[in-house]
């Protein structure tokens, strides 16, 4: 166990559809990174949140967002769904914004959009 | 841009044999650099990481890693494979807060 939780654990919804992915980091970590994994497109860097600020962007898209809250949480935005968003999304965390610092993963939200 | 290449998408070996699995990068300088290990239906964990200093890095469940600057490549190695390591195993480069992963290299263990 990661100490990193991510709700929920499996969505399906459909088309065009809004969805909101939640992570919770390990205690006393201040950075939240967001993934999307998939079989075509691997394991991609979505969007990284340190303290409360948004620190780094990755292959992001403009129909996605996330924020981290000031007890620390984040959430993931995913709206108007296609069925290319089917992947399995994760969190990690880690104590600073350092990049050689390790990265703490939870246990991914499987979304599927029929 | 930085990317991170692992040839091999499926190895077998049979337990108690050695393992490599081979991880490329291109970049200007040299990023920090890691392995990761993801089993079936959970996320990852960090096996080993490498930044600057010895090149030979040893890390968790008795796996290590050889940084190769001329190479460009950081190659994880375990002299005696377990069946409990059938995983996903992921080389990733960071650098900036810009964390890029290979595609995987898949690891089955015959017993």
């Known amino acids: 166990d990661s100490g990193v939780t991510q709700t929920p654990k499996h969505l399906i919804t459909a088309t065009g559809q809004r969805v909101t992915l939640r992570c919770s980091p390990r205690?006393?970590?201040?950075?939240v990174y967001w993934y999307q994994q998939s079989l075509d497109q691997g394991l991609q860097f979505l969007i990284q949140y340190y303290n409360g600020e948004e620190r780094a962007k990755g292959n992001i898209l403009e129909r996605f967002s996330a924020q981290q809250f000031p007890d620390l949480h984040s959430e993931l935005n995913l709206s108007s769904l296609e069925l290319g968003d089917s992947a399995l999304y994760f969190c990690?965390?880690?104590?600073?914004?350092?990049?050689?610092?390790?990265?703490?993963f939870g246990p991914g939200t499987r979304l599927t959009v029929l | 841009a930085q990317s991170v290449t692992q040839p091999d998408i499926h190895i077998t070996v049979s337990e108690g044999a050695s393992l490599e699995l081979r991880c490329n990068y291109s970049y200007g300088a040299t990023p920090y650099l890691f392995w990761y290990v993801q089993s079936p239906g959970q996320g990852l964990q960090l096996l080993l990481k490498?930044?600057?200093?010895?090149?030979l890095v040893q890390g968790i469940k008795g796996f290590e890693a050889e940084f190769k600057r001329s190479q460009s490549s950081f190659n994880l190695r375990k002299p005696s494979v377990h069946w409990s390591d059938a995983a996903e195993y992921f080389c990733a480069v960071a650098n900036n807060n810009d964390m890029r992963f290979g595609a995987g290299t898949r690891l089955t263990v015959k017993p």
């Open positions: 205690s006393g970590d201040l950075s």
């Open positions: 990690a965390s880690s104590v600073t914004d350092f990049s050689y610092n390790e990265q703490f």
């Open positions: 490498y930044f600057s200093g010895d090149t």
